[in-house]
């Protein structure tokens, strides 16, 4: 699976952004999926995952209730939809296939995604 992140930009506080991953390769919808960040200087973290049917979905403390992550698998695209954004939500956003859904887990990443930088100003 290669996967490929857009949609990132510069925003300002309280506004919205929509990335899109784009997925290539047969497996994609068997594929549980997420996205994770990173900002500068700190260690790359989980932000959501969803399960394979969209059956599911799994969010990190810090943007439940502002983020929603889903798919289409007939596009082979996943999506962030980014709300009531936080100049804390600065980072470089990677989406990738993870290894399985959990609610609970951070799960493993078997492919990542190249990323898309997200800029959230004060």
């Known amino acids: 699976v290669q996967l490929q992140a857009s949609g990132g930009g510069l925003v300002q506080a309280g506004g919205s952004l929509r990335l899109s991953c784009a997925a290539s390769?047969?497996?994609?919808?068997?594929?549980?999926m997420g996205w994770f960040r990173q900002a500068p200087g700190k260690e790359r973290e989980f932000v959501a995952a969803?399960?394979?049917?969209?059956?599911?979905?799994h969010y990190a403390d810090s943007v439940k209730g502002r983020f929603t992550i889903s798919r289409d698998n007939a596009k082979k695209t996943v999506y962030l939809q980014m709300n009531s954004l936080k100049p804390e939500d600065t980072a470089v956003y990677y989406c990738a296939a993870v290894a399985y859904y959990s609610d609970y887990d951070v799960p493993p990443v078997d492919y990542w995604g190249k990323g898309t930088q997200v800029t959230v100003s004060s």
């Open positions: 390769g047969r497996t994609f919808s068997s594929y549980p």
């Open positions: 969803i399960r394979w049917n969209s059956g599911n979905t």
